[in-house]
């Protein structure tokens, strides 16, 4: 997080420093908008399982992940803050669908996850390149449903995943209206913790732990109103 951290502060002090040299009119991005945007999602899980029960306390540890393509809405409005900057706050909805399996060597033992209905609330101070371009940060709250089922599982596992999400981005507005945004970013979702794992002694006992974390890229189409 430290790194994107710095990636982001230098994108701020590079579109400060550009922009005073820019015949730049923060007027062309202000109001509301809504579009359609299409992407790509991977998202990763680094967890742990522990079973205590084993005559040898057992631990392991492993990484999954998966990468699916997907589509999402975003609405949203902006309000200049000077000749040359605005800020916009929105919210997105992504309905992607992102299911991994894990399972043993034997395929006796299976656990699908499920990553779906991914929604943010964002903040996005942006900096005008030029008088229709526009480059910006993001920071929002992320929320996503997490499933887990299994054939060891007892009951299937249900939550809601909360995170924090950065990006970087561009924005670009025609003359007709059409808002074109791109943008690349991460987000750190609050771990999850699967109980009622059966473990080798045949009880309902065992757990799992992981860190939950998605990265994308995008390219959003839209009309500003």
């Known amino acids: 997080m430290n790194k994107i951290s710095k990636i982001i502060g230098?994108?701020?002090?590079?579109?400060?420093?550009?922009?005073g040299l820019a015949n730049a009119d923060s007027s062309a991005f202000t109001g509301a908008y809504a579009g359609i945007s299409l992407g790509i999602n991977g998202v990763a899980l680094d967890g742990n399982y522990k079973d205590d029960t084993a005559s040898d306390t057992t631990n392991?540890?492993?990484?999954?992940?998966?990468?699916?393509?997907?589509?999402?809405?975003?609405i949203g409005y902006s309000?200049?803050?000077?000749?040359?900057?605005?800020?916009?706050?929105?919210?997105?909805?992504?309905?992607?669908?992102?299911?991994?399996d894990a399972s043993n060597a034997t395929k006796s033992k299976k656990v699908t996850v499920d990553i779906e209905d991914m929604v943010g609330v964002f903040i996005e101070p942006s900096f005008n390149v030029t008088e229709n371009s526009a480059v910006f940060v993001k920071a929002a709250y992320s929320e996503a449903s997490f499933n887990a089922s299994g054939n060891d599982l007892?009951?299937?596992?249900?939550?809601?995943?909360?995170?924090?999400?950065?990006?970087?981005?561009?924005?670009?507005m025609t003359d007709s209206n059409l808002y074109i945004k791109t943008e690349v970013g991460y987000t750190e979702y609050d771990g999850i913790k699967i109980k009622n794992i059966s473990d080798d002694a045949g009880t309902n006992t065992a757990t799992a732990d992981a860190d939950v974390d998605s990265a994308y890229g995008s390219i959003l189409l839209g009309f500003k109103f």
Not at 80 to 96: E, H
Not at 159 to 171: C, F, N, P, R
């Open 154 to 172: 007892s009951s299937k596992s249900v939550s809601d995943l909360e995170g924090t999400t950065v990006a970087i981005g561009t924005k670009i």
């Open 10 to 19: 230098a994108v701020c002090v590079y579109a400060l420093s550009s922009i």
């Open 60 to 74: 392991s540890k492993g990484s999954i992940g998966v990468v699916e393509p997907s589509v999402g809405f975003e």
């Open 79 to 100: 309000y200049p803050m000077s000749d040359m900057s605005f800020i916009t706050a929105g919210i997105t909805y992504n309905p992607v669908d992102a299911s991994v």
